[in-house]
């Protein structure tokens, strides 16, 4: 299957800075890739859907200024969290995809974010 | 919006014995369902997929079976093995290509 890298895997920071982590797939063209977070011994929240060139979409609940998403080119989505805080710490993966959400989506390792 | 419910939230099980986890979805326009397994620490893994057009789907030991008309897909695992213990999600592909995972089961398989 495809690959997707994540990046950093584990980044600890102070509250109050910004976070940017990296998705990237390796071997495609990922029109489409998605944002989770997921908590301990808890599902996969998605977050929001950003498609080369465009605007992300965010999930209801989800602050648009909070989690910045970039996502310039076929292969590379970035994701910052601004002024973090300790409530952000969590699991945050990223999965890539074709043009539609139906289409196989190969996750990311995750980025673990620790906020103190 | 979609809603997306999932049981069991644990499961154990007996080397080779059979493994069902169930989830029901609430939009009618949902048409693709998949599983995903996920180790500690780990990605998710699809494992199965299945379209709305068909009902059911196998790969060796791990099947799905859907039920459009009862909004309902499961993933059955045949001849479990201690490396099958993991959580496994499920997914619901909806209207508008809204996606929605389930809220996990996590199987145990005991020696």
């Known amino acids: 299957g495809a690959v997707v890298s994540q990046h950093p895997s584990r980044v600890i920071c102070k509250s109050g800075t910004s976070v940017k982590i990296e998705c990237r797939s390796l071997d495609f063209q990922a029109t489409t890739m998605f944002w989770y977070r997921q908590f301990p011994k808890q599902s996969l929240m998605l977050m929001a859907t950003s498609n080369e060139g465009s605007k992300a979409t965010y999930e209801q609940g989800v602050e648009k200024d909070k989690f910045l998403i970039n996502h310039a080119s076929l292969t590379l989505s970035t994701l910052t969290v601004t002024s973090a805080h300790p409530e952000d710490s969590s699991f945050y993966i990223c999965?890539?995809?074709?043009?539609?959400?139906?289409?196989?989506?190969?996750f990311g390792p995750g980025t673990r974010l620790t906020v103190l | 919006g979609e809603n997306v419910e999932q049981h069991p939230s644990t499961l154990s099980v007996q080397e080779g014995d059979s493994a069902v986890i169930k989830c029901t979805y609430s939009d009618s326009a949902s048409n693709y369902f998949p599983w995903y397994k996920q180790e500690l620490g780990k990605r998710p893994q699809l494992i199965i997929d299945i379209r709305s057009n068909v009902g059911e789907k196998k790969d060796q030991r791990i099947a799905v079976t859907l039920n459009k008309t009862a909004k309902h897909f499961s993933l059955h695992i045949t001849e479990t093995q201690p490396e099958d213990s993991a959580v496994y999600f499920c997914?619901?592909?909806?209207?508008?290509?809204?996606?929605?995972f389930g809220t996990g089961t996590q199987l145990k398989v005991e020696l």
């Open positions: 997914e619901s592909t909806g209207g508008g290509n809204k996606l929605t």
């Open positions: 999965s890539a995809s074709g043009v539609l959400s139906t289409d196989t989506q190969y």
